[in-house]
T-cell receptor, first 111, second 114 residues
Framework: GQNIDQPTEMTATEGAIVQINCTYQTSGFNGLFWYQQHAGEAPTFLSYNVLDGLEEKGRFSSFLSRSKGYSYLLLKELQMKDSASYLCAALIKAAGNKLTFGGGTRVLVKP | EAGVVQSPRYKIIEKKQPVAFWCNPISGHNTLYWYLQNLGQGPELLIRYENEEAVDDSQLPKDRFSAERLKGVDSTLKIQPAELGDSAVYLC????????????FGEGSRLTVL
């Protein structure tokens, strides 16, 4: 089966850094996505890692270790608008590509 | 370019009533997904279409849920009869073969069953 774990909730201060960890146990792994979802809105794409290493995109970075089944999303210089849920999702190569999501991590940014 | 369009945004029905949700994917996207999202949880796949063919419907409760994508473009998800536990957000998403698996989501249809 597929298993994706991430913390339920994290709190951080405006201007600080937060790291959201995600571990996965899947067969047919073909890459790791991070999505952001504000309350009541659609998930939106943040990052995609298929190879090991760090991908940096502005204030957001994502890391992948395929051998460890581990990824993290790093949010730097936190802003109030970063308060949202962050969804880790594994791309599974099964009859085409299938995206399986973790439960999401709700990040609350405080002033 | 228009995004994924879903309707209705909100629907309130009584249990045992039928309900239908509609989705129009991004033009040219051949893959269409229906996900269910309960409050505070991640999306769970219900069904995935490649053009008009349902290639993964293993998580669809077929006793009450049905879906179709007759012409390989827009899609309808139906629940009949609805139960209290079906209250959730139903998300539609689409992707293309060139998008490396990235999904583009609609804003969802929030269902409340009373």
């Amino acid at each position: 089966g597929q298993n994706i774990d991430q913390p339920t909730e994290m709190t951080a201060t405006e201007g600080a850094i937060v790291q959201i960890n995600c571990t996965y146990q899947t067969s047919g792994f073909n890459g790791l996505f991070w999505y952001q979802q504000h309350a009541g809105e659609a998930p939106t794409f943040l990052s995609y890692n298929v190879l090991d290493g760090l991908e940096e995109k502005g204030r957001f970075s994502s890391f992948l270790s395929r051998s460890k089944g581990y990824s993290y999303l790093l949010l730097k210089e936190l802003q109030m608008k970063d308060s949202a849920s962050y969804l880790c999702a594994a791309l599974i190569k099964a009859a085409g590509n299938k995206l399986t999501f973790g439960g999401g991590t709700r990040v609350l940014v405080k002033p | 370019e228009a995004g994924v369009v879903q309707s209705p945004r909100y629907k309130i029905i009584e249990k045992k009533q039928p309900v239908a949700f509609w989705c129009n994917p991004i033009s040219g996207h051949n893959t269409l997904y229906w996900y269910l999202q309960n409050l505070g949880q991640g999306p769970e796949l219900l069904i995935r279409y490649e053009n008009e063919e349902a290639v993964d419907d293993s998580q669809l409760p077929k006793d009450r849920f049905s879906a179709e994508r007759l012409k390989g473009v827009d899609s309808t998800l139906k629940i009949q009869p609805a139960e209290l536990g079906d209250s959730a957000v139903y998300l539609c998403a689409s992707s293309s073969k060139t998008s490396s698996g990235e999904l583009f989501f609609g804003e969802g249809s929030r269902l409340t069953v009373l």
